[in-house]
């Protein structure tokens, strides 16, 4: 119940981006204006990433049954909205010429915003599907948001029905799982269930249920035998959306599913156990191979997102095996590395293309080096980083999910992660190598006008927080090590 | 912190390098060779430094990631530096023979250059495993550039070849790692990474020998051996000059000083094992690259095979594992790491010259280029094991010291030096030797080498008649970190494991 | 009162659900498809409300609630998204929506 | 005389250097003048050396100069060796290699590579003057891989003909297989008596291996094999003749007077470890025999003048082979020196008649030419004669002296001992063919040409054939050497058998007058016979070793790396990437677009996690 | 009240059999309707009135009517029926058919585990305010932010 001020401060960044979402709103009512919508977005995100911060020391509270503020949920939405707020710059001048309203963008944005925070707050059926279908719901409008744009050459439409319909089918599991899970122990929280197995009936009952959840979770965070929406999804979507739905899309999601497995102890089941590892080496092994010759940039990040979901529930795997908490440091920096580099990847292309014209073939690619040195060098940090090259965060990350799955003795799952990493240097190799070729014509890249000056920045900083994070993880490592210890 | 500025020297040097070329295309050799001379001159004060009875003759060891027990930990001693100063030296020779070769884009090929050195150098002296790890990914990356980016007409798919062979087996040492400093935590309740604490861990004999497979196996693709060396034919034939020189000089060498340092010293029961099955690797490396050398065409390809077949020997006398058989090791990297890197320059510069590798195109050179074929000469004997200079110390004592390993493994090995003289005779005969005809290829550019070019190879030559005729100097500076390595693993380790 | 076993109220709502599964996975006319996907997410709605039933409070039925709040939202979103396509395509296959492959 | 000895091989060497550095640019007349110049000056030194080392009345003496390598207790020095033994060497090696270096300044004077051609000679010099010089076997192994090159160098000096390339290569791989053996053994006798200094060497042998032990065996074997390969012996004996190749003062020098006899130097050297394998040193006899035999048939069908020599010269090393299997070890060495004078005066003279018949080879092309070549044709008499063992000529008295050791062994001896008379009769045939038809006859073609250019050319062949007839007198100073190895009485040979020896030699002779000269005999009536000609086929195949070797390791040698040029592994590799590739595009065809189907996927997944997750 | 539960709920599955199978959208549509209908007589039986009113309220009432109001703008007469007749041959169900009768299998394996009398008691409304406007009002808050999207969402998609 919420009776006082002080239960309402925990709340607080969910309350300035709330508070900014109805600003914006009004705003678009009073009078339309694209930088007043867009700076009123980036600014709400940018308080709330502040604010979640400096709360991080001392709040932890369990505010009414739905939402639990602590170290950890502030940690992610401190992710959460930083990229939103990254995402926010970088949309800003890739809609910035859509000849169609433009505005209702950055109010989607930060109701998915929104949607994302309540999910990595979460620890309750009723707020994660509250929270998951809020952020689902303003990614259909992201997705398919320039679909009337005469110019949008992409597949907006397409894209937003496949995810809309899939999605509605994945929830529908999600909800029919959790009814079960409800049927037999009656309270809606996650660590209900863990009095399942106590409730009588046999173990097959509580695998199905749970498994039902795990899979519409899966689906979200497209790992196989889910993955097939993904690269169309990501292909037909604009730049700034696809970008929101590979990081907040997925770490929020990845959040829950953390929660959920580590508190509902869904991992003493051996078939659990089985199940998931299944998933984590198919999905590397699809995900990886999927992307290998793939042209598409957009869809080589789909595809390579699969597989870094696959790296990530390898890690959770590892964290039914020991008592430590490397596990769920493993995912959590893992996360955020993967946040920062998607980020940059999805940023560079996304700063050169624009709604009319997005540049996602990599053969689009050559030679940016030698014309644009400072961009491709942050895109190739961002590909060495995703292919988990040292200097960068994802070294550190894949360090991480390798000590996780040693600490747990998961040689076989290691083992698929070799494989599939070793095959995803190619596709990334590809995409650097086309950077280094001499180019032929040069391509109409979108030159930023005064609009994409923060886009730069913003990039800068991420190439920046790649690096460091990279070199010296030990700050952020104790951080992550801090908040883990609350999962 | 000498060390320290040694790695930061070629770092920063690099950047200053590839930023120096905004003002003049020509300046970035000038500041890289700057830099690399620099660093050869700051390692002369390692060179006479008198290290204590451990061998260690400066260390750093400075807080990293705590969480892990990370360190920041360099340290040098006799070996270290030995490898050390072959880096700069070729270092210098890679800047030299680049210094006409490469005319685009010069900043960032120098830059990637001096970070490869700085690479390498951190190889050779990190002693905290994560650190070697991350120093050992560090030389891969510029590599890739070089020869991604100068390469010739296949670059893309050797590039590829080279970075996925190398980053693949580069994982699973990883992982081996990881493994190791994870059951330092088991024994000791707290994670290292360091050397010396991992030193002391102690596992069941069949987990020790996955953990060591992970390092052997990272280890021998660097080297390379057998049957993962089929990334260096492709990466050395299609990289630019200075690339081969680098790889074939500098960076095949880590693979072995990897073993020397970690995989022995780490695992010494399971590398004891393990002895007989690497030391046969080894001799298959030796004697079918040699026979593949032979059948190549391809100038540089044929070169890579060799060296292929040169570093089988490094191995055969490291898991032989005594004194002479070490020394002999450490030998055959320096003469090799001369005489390889000076062959794929005579390549890379008649490829300059007449825009071919094809040695079926080639022939009767001598009277047009006498200076070049001379030198060619020399180094060809040289790889075949000529007394008297480098190559022949290094491969005689690998022998001598497996010979008390294993006999049968070593009369094998033996064999590679008659095959040594087949395939290097056989250059100069198709190069050389025979009637000069033009007709296969544009001659105008064919000249003798300029007196440049005669500095470096004169400057190579000199080197190796060094290590044949006085390789003492060599020996000495090496022979306390090898008899403290022998020492903590028990000397002739093997050979009593060894009944092939 | 009579009683009606639990099992039975939750055999009702896994046939639906099964039901709405098979329409979304044969139908070809999309707005068949959203109309399945309701009868999936209604199922699952009615196995809330069973289980509340069971424990005889309230909390499955805001549960409830909110997955109607959600069935709400997401039709007018798709429906929106159907005129588009309609309007597009003149068409309700969903077949035509299959440009990105690969 | 210990200052002086190092700059033995430093004369030649720095002769090498200074030619390779001036890489060509000197005028002619200096660039003879440094290459002949430096051997004269060694020579002049070692006739010091020697001069003061006899009469010092030492038995040898140890030279240290630098530590080579010291890794552990290995600890090979660069040091010299000095005992009688050496002295002969050094004697040879410096007094024959400057005349022919001499005689090499006017024969290659409008060669264009005459100042590579020195740097060579100069460094083979040097490298032969430290292989008989060292103290230890590593050291000696230096010298004699040094030579090695150097002989394949100067094989291939005409390198833009292939075949001259091919022969180079042909022998320094078969010597390097020889080699190769060697350092095998090197490894050995480091690895059981810790040290490879040859004194303290065959000194621990002794010690510690009893008399036809297995190590000992194995030793001796590994370095036979080292000497068979040197030494053009049974059977590595394939590449002398076609070394041939190579100008011809070349031949006299390496592949006659002092490179070949490296084997027997390096027997003779460690002589007491054949003595501790009796079997080895028997084999080592009866390779000589063989060696010689088969070599003095073959000689006798070859039309190559230098073919003939260099097939002679196999035969006479047969001799000193024979010689060390009886223990004849001063013999041999003997042999070895005599040897030295009279094949180097005949290749030089082959070498001169080649020369005014532009460079022709075949002597069934030349003919009648003692009026028009008479150096030459007094060279080759003297040569031949001495070669054929005439008596009192210097062949004879050496040839004599180790076929009656061969006499005296117990057991096999009389075999071996009519195997050498044969092969003396064999001799007598051979050589007098070449004579009879080079000189004697009709002249055929080519009569222009003067005879020898110059002086530079005539003195050494006039000094080699002073010593061809009487170095047979020359006592050599190797008793102390070889002291406790040999068997140190009277001869106790009956004169028939003395009288045999001297007859069979001038018998050969006579057949060949006969043949030859008189044409009692005819060549072709022979010839008639299938059988004689298909042995004369087979034998001037050179017993059909080189088709055979070609068949046993050059064609499958070849073959293999052909069939594997694009490396197997690779392909392995390659099948990798491909597997990788096709699941790719097996895999990228489930991502179809359509919407319906990824329904399916995932409706299908959940079931068949469910299904996992019950059934496991 | 028992048996009304079967009835309704045996009309639910025929209706919806029947939603899946029609070839006449407006038909279904009716179908639908029902079928939601009849599970709102199931709520109402297992003593949740509210959800049974909700249900016909909201969904059978305001979310149908949506589509309804969709369909008619589709303009779908006789032709879009011999579309769907053709569209549904005997081979598209097969698949489908299967998959669905594996899960339901499952579904029905484990929930006939259970062995519980549901007591059918009545949980009114206001229990239910109760509840929703204590520890659940952020769910009320967070659900009209889900419609915020949905309608903000919806009015991008939908408008011309």
Known sequence: ?487 | ?500 | ?102 | MQDLIWLLPTYPLLGFLSLVLTSGNLPKKVVGAIGAGSIGLSFLTAAVIAYQFLGSGETHLVVEMWTWMAVGNFTPGFSFYLDGLAVVMMLIITGVGFLIHLYSAGFMLDDPSYSRFFAYMNLFVASMLVLVLADNLLLLYLGWEGVGLCSYLLIGFWYEKPENGYAARKAFITTRVGDTSMAIGLFLLFAELGTLNIQEMLHAAETQWAVGSGLAVAASLLLLGGAVGKSAQLPLQTWLPDAMAGPTPISALIHAATMVTAGVYLVARTHVLFELAPNVQLLLAWIGLITLLMAGFTAMTQHDIKRILAYSTISQIGYMFLGLGVGAWSASVFHLMTHAFFKALLFLAAGTVIHSLHHEHSIFKMGGKRKQLPIAFASFMIGSLALAAFPFTSGYFSKDEILIAALEMEGPGMILWLGGVLGAFLTGIYSFRLVFVVFFGESKGHHEEKEVAGLSMATPLIILMVFALFGGWIQIPVDAVFSHGEVHEEHHISNLMHAIMIVVPLLGIGVSYLFFMSKTFSVEKLMANPLATRLHGFWFSGWGMDALYSFLFVRPFVFLAQVNKNDLIDAVYALLVEITRVAHVMIARTQTGQLRWYALSIGGGVVLLITLGVVL | ?160
Not at chain 1, 296 to 304: C, E, F, H, M, T
Not at chain 2, 286 to 299: G, N, P, W
Not at chain 2, 407 to 424: D, K, R, W
């Open chain 3, 1 to 102: 009162m009579e009683s009606i076993p639990i099992e039975h109220g939750l055999i009702l709502a896994g046939i639906l659900f099964a039901l709405g599964l098979v329409g979304v996975l044969t139908r070809r006319n999309i707005v068949f498809v959203l109309m399945s996907l309701e009868i999936m997410i209604n199922a699952s709605g009615l196995a809330f409300i069973v289980a509340a039933s069971r424990w005889e409070h309230a909390d499955g039925q805001i549960m409830f609630l909110m997955i109607l709040t959600l069935a709400a939202a997401e039709v007018a979103v798709g429906l929106g998204l159907i005129i588009q396509m309609y309007r597009r395509y003149h068409t309700v296959d969903i077949n035509v929506l299959s440009q990105m492959k690969g």
């Open chain 2, 1 to 500: 912190m000498i060390l320290v500025v040694l790695i930061s020297i070629l770092f920063l040097g690099g950047v200053l390098a590839w930023l120096s070329e905004g003002l003049d295309s020509k300046f970035p050799r000038v500041v890289a060779l700057a830099a690399v001379v620099i660093d050869l001159l700051v390692m002369m004060v390692l060179v006479g430094a008198d290290a204590e009875g451990s061998g260690w003759i400066v260390q750093l060891n400075a807080q990293w990631i705590p969480r892990f027990g990370i360190s920041f930990h360099l340290a040098a001693d006799g070996l270290s530096v030995l490898m050390m100063l072959l880096t700069a030296f070729l270092g210098i020779i890679a800047v030299g023979s680049a210094w006409d070769e490469i005319t685009e884009r010069t900043g960032f090929f120098y830059f990637n250059l001096l970070w490869t050195l700085a690479g390498v150098i951190g190889v050779f002296t990190a002693l905290d495993l994560f650190l070697f790890f991350f120093f050992w990914e560090v030389m891969l990356i510029p590599m890739y550039f070089i020869i991604a980016i100068w390469g010739h007409e296949n670059k893309n798919y050797a590039a590829m070849k080279f970075f996925i062979f190398t980053q693949v087996t580069g994982m699973l040492m990883l992982i081996s790692i990881l493994a190791l400093a994870y059951f330092h935590y088991i024994q000791f309740g707290w994670f290292s990474f360091d050397y010396f604490d991992l030193l002391k861990v102690s596992t069941s004999s069949a987990i020790e020998m996955w953990i060591m497979l992970g390092f052997f196996i990272a280890f021998s693709t660097k080297l390379p051996s057998f049957p993962f060396h089929s990334w260096l034919p492709d990466a050395h034939s299609q990289a630019p000059t200075a690339g081969s020189v680098l790889l074939a000089g500098v960076l095949l060498k880590t693979g072995a000083y990897g073993l020397i340092r970690f995989a022995v010293p780490l695992f010494p029961e399971a590398s004891m094992q393990f002895a007989p099955f690497a030391m046969t690797l080894a001799v298959i490396s030796i004697l079918y690259c040699a026979k593949v050398a032979f059948a190549q065409t391809d100038i540089k390809r044929l070169i890579a095979y060799t060296s292929v077949s040169h570093m089988g020997f490094v191995m055969l006398g490291i898991y032989a594992w005594n004194e002479q058989a070490l020394q002999g090791a450490v030998m055959t990297m320096l003469a090799h790491g001369l005489s390889a890197a000076a062959l794929f320059m005579l390549a890379g510069g008649l490829q300059h010259r007449i825009h071919t590798r094809d040695m079926d195109h080639m022939g009767g050179f001598w009277p047009k280029v006498p200076r070049l074929s001379f030198v060619a000469l020399f180094f060809s004997i040289a790889a075949l094991g000529m007394p008297g200079l480098g190559n022949f110390v290094g491969e005689f004592l690998a022998l001598l010291g497996a010979f008390q390993a294993s006999i049968g493994l070593t009369v094998a090995a033996a064999f590679g030096l008659i095959f040594a003289s087949v395939y290097s005779l056989w250059v100069i005969q198709k190069v050389f030797h025979g009637v000069y005809r033009n007709s296969d290829f544009d001659d105008t550019h064919l000249h003798d080498l300029t007196r440049r070019e005669m500095f470096y190879f004169g400057a190579m030559m000199i080197g190796l008649i060094w290590m044949g005729m006085y390789p003492q100097s060599f020996l000495d500076m090496s022979s306390t970190t090898l008899t403290n390595l022998l020492n903590e693993t028990g000397q002739l380790l093997f050979a009593q494991g060894s009944e092939l």
């Open chain 1, 1 to 487: 119940m919420i009776t006082s001020f002080n239960d309402l401060l925990p709340l607080m960044p969910l309350l300035i981006v709330t508070a900014t979402s109805v600003i914006a709103m009004l705003m678009i009512g009073i009078r339309r204006s694209y930088i007043t919508t867009g700076s009123i977005t980036i600014t709400g995100l940018l308080a709330a990433t502040l604010v979640a911060v400096s709360m991080m020391d001392w709040t932890n509270q369990q505010v009414t049954p739905l939402l639990i503020i602590d170290q950890y949920s502030l940690l992610f939405t401190v992710v959460v909205c930083a990229s939103a707020m990254v995402l926010a710059v970088l949309s800003f001048p890739y809609f910035f010429e859509l000849d169609d309203q433009r505005e209702e963008y950055f109010l989607l944005l930060t109701v998915a915003t929104i949607g994302a925070i309540v999910m990595v707050s979460s620890n309750h059926f009723v707020s994660t599907v509250l929270g998951l279908e809020t952020l689902s719901m303003s990614l259909y409008g992201m997705i398919a948001y320039p679909l009337h744009s005469a110019k949008s050459a992409k597949f907006p439409l397409e894209a937003a029905v496949k995810y809309l319909v899939l999605s509605a089918a994945a929830s529908g599991f999600i909800l029919f799982g959790m009814a079960l899970i409800y049927a037999q122990t009656g309270t809606l929280s996650f660590a209900s269930v863990t009095e399942l197995p106590a409730a009588g009936l046999g173990d097959s009952y509580t695998i199905i249920a749970l498994l039902m959840v795990v899979s519409g979770m899966a689906f979200k965070l497209s790992l196989a035998p889910f993955h097939m929406w993904t690269p169309d999804v990501y292909e037909g979507a604009p730049l700034p959306a696809t970008a929101y739905l590979a990081t907040i899309g997925k770490a929020a999601m990845f959040v829950v599913l953390l929660r959920f497995v580590q508190i509902s102890e869904a991992l003493s089941f051996d078939s659990m156990v089985t199940v998931l590892t299944l998933i984590a080496a198919a999905s590397m092994l699809a995900g990886n191979l999927l992307a290998l010759l793939q042209d598409n940039l957009k869809r080589i990040l789909a595809y390579s997102s699969i597989a870094h979901m696959g790296y990530l529930l390898l890690a959770l795997v590892a964290g039914h095996h020991v008592t430590g908490t490397i596990a769920v440091e493993a995912i959590t920096f893992y996360l955020i590395a993967y946040v920062i580099m998607s980020l940059g990847a999805f940023g560079v292309a996304s700063v050169i293309s624009s709604s009319e014209k997005e540049f996602d073939s990599i053969k689009e690619y050559r030679g940016l080096f030698w014309r644009n040195p400072l961009l491709a060098t942050t895109f190739i940090a961002m590909l060495l980083s995703l292919a988990g090259i040292p200097l960068t965060i994802g070294f550190i990350g894949k360090f991480y999910i390798f000590l996780s799955g040693i600490e747990a003795g998961l040689w076989v799952l290691l083992g698929v992660l070799v494989l599939g990493s070793g095959i995803g240097l190619y596709y990334y190799l590809r995409i650097i190598y086309r950077m280094f070729m001499p180019e032929k014509h040069s391509q109409p890249y979108r030159v930023g006008g005064v609009e994409s000056v923060s886009s730069y920045g913003v990039l800068a900083i991420l190439l920046f927080l790649l690096l460091l994070f990279g070199v010296y993880p030990a700050p952020i490592m104790s951080i992550v090590a801090t908040a883990s210890a609350y999962i």
């Open chain 5, 1 to 160: 009240m028992i048996l009304l539960f079967y009835i309704a709920g045996a009309v639910a599955v025929i209706s919806t059999v029947a939603v899946i199978l029609q070839t006449n959208i407006v038909h279904a549509l009716i179908y639908l309707i029902l079928s939601l209908l009849a599970v709102a007589v199931c709520f109402y039986v297992l003593g949740a009135p509210f959800a049974a009113v909700l249900e016909a309220i909201v969904y059978a009432g305001a979310i149908m009517v949506l589509f309804l109001f969709v369909i008619m703008m589709l303009n779908m007469g006789q032709h879009s029926i011999d579309q769907e007749r053709s569209w549904m041959g005997p081979k598209v169900w097969i698949v489908p058919s299967i998959l669905a009768s594996v899960l339901l299998a499952q579904l029905l394996t484990v929930i006939t585990q259970y062995d519980h009398e549901l007591a059918l008691t009545t949980v009114d409304v206001m229990e239910v305010s109760a509840l929703l406007f204590g520890p659940y009002v952020l769910a009320v808050e967070l659900a009209s932010l889900l419609l915020l999207a949905g309608l903000v969402a919806a009015y991008h998609l939908a408008k011309k």
